[in-house]
């Protein structure tokens, strides 16, 4: 069983980090029932479907998995944080993280203490990404 756990939780690590990195409050992480069960609580409905998008990227069926991963309002939501790679520009990671190149300014805004024109940023910079 022990091998099996380590194996499940392995397979499903990423959305288990990507989980911790965005908010997530993970209360169980072991082996229930020969399936890996997670259970935690998520801060909002978008990192909640985050963690399902990953999870289903590892494995569409996710039929070694079950989750419990009710919403918790009260859990902070912490910025999501972007470096930047050779030609992008703001516009392009609106649509990347929004679906509309035309809301660039909510992350020119939320970057102000690094940014002084939204056409003027550089690889490797690492930038806020508000919710």
Known sequence: ???????????????????????????????????LLLRGAAPNQAIK??????????????ADLTVDLPLDASLPVPARIH?????????????QYYGDPNKYPRIFEANRDQLS?????????????PE
């Open 117 to 129: 024109n939204p056409d003027l940023i550089k690889v490797g910079q690492k930038l806020k990404i």
């Open 49 to 62: 479907n985050e963690i399902w998008t990953a999870i289903k990227a590892i494995d569409p069926a996710y």
């Open 1 to 35: 069983m022990a091998a099996n756990f380590e194996q499940l939780k392995a397979k499903y690590q990423p959305a288990i980090d990507l989980g911790k990195v965005r908010g997530v409050s993970w209360k169980n992480v072991h082996v229930e029932n020969e399936k």
């Open 83 to 95: 470096e930047v790679k050779s030609g992008e520009t703001l516009s392009k990671l609106a649509k």
